[in-house]
T-cell receptor
């Protein structure tokens, strides 16, 4: 009964370092998303995927890359971390049915120093 | 351009009273609206939704009202309980949007005092 699982839960990076955030879902959902949450700004969409092997840019894609090699996994990469990428990152998944909600992971708190 | 706005960053109510959280949107293409609840250190969880063909949807203590002409929706919680204290996000999606992706408001911190 895991739902959406994000790895890691916390991370501190130095400016310029790279890392990958992993999201895994066990609900066989077609759609997956990466959001970031910053104080006073709600959740903003970084990238999303409508199926295995496909990705698309969201509202704030700069500085991030993603891959969806397997249906159940959606990876978010930071090639060269910047302090502006300090945030809480949430992965979500949903089915293509219009009237279903998105399910979220527990979040990854990333600090770039 | 904030397409979904929650103008109240915080709201405080007494236990047992009604909590009313508001949300405004600007994109007339939005046709499906959701409310999410978020506790600290957890991901958002779905609370209730409404389609644009309805003006009200009720689920237990939670009711969402939609006023399409005003591009406004509200979430009513009656009666409010201390366990309802959380951040509430309003979200919207449009039929023509690829991936049914959601646009979120800034969130409202609800505090229910015992």
């Amino acid at each position: 009964n895991a739902g959406v699982t994000q790895t890691p839960k916390f991370r501190v990076l130095k400016t310029g370092q790279s890392m990958t955030l992993l999201c895994a879902q066990d609900m066989n959902h077609e759609y997956m998303y990466w959001y970031r949450q910053d104080p006073g700004m709600g959740l903003r969409l970084i990238h999303y995927s409508v199926g295995e092997g496909t990705t698309a840019k969201g509202e704030v894609p700069d500085g991030y890359n993603v891959s969806r090699l397997k249906k159940q996994n959606f990876l978010l990469g930071l090639e060269s971390a910047a302090p502006s990428q300090t945030s809480v990152y949430f992965c979500a998944s949903s089915s293509p049915r219009r009237t279903t909600e998105a399910f979220f992971g527990q979040g990854t708190r990333l600090t770039v120093v | 351009d904030q397409q979904v706005k929650q103008n109240s960053p915080s709201l405080s109510v007494q236990e047992g009273r009604i909590s009313i959280l508001n949300c405004d949107y600007t994109n007339s293409m939005f046709d499906y609206f959701l409310w999410y609840k978020k506790y600290p250190a957890e991901g958002p969880t779905f609370l209730i939704s409404i389609s644009s063909i309805k003006d009200k949807n009720e689920d237990g203590r939670f009711t969402v009202f939609l006023n399409k002409s005003a591009k406004h929706l509200s979430l009513h919680i009656v009666p409010s309980q201390p366990g309802d204290s959380a951040v509430y996000f309003c979200a919207a999606s449009a039929r023509e949007t690829s991936g049914s992706r959601l646009t979120f408001g800034e969130g409202t911190q609800l505090t229910v005092n015992p």
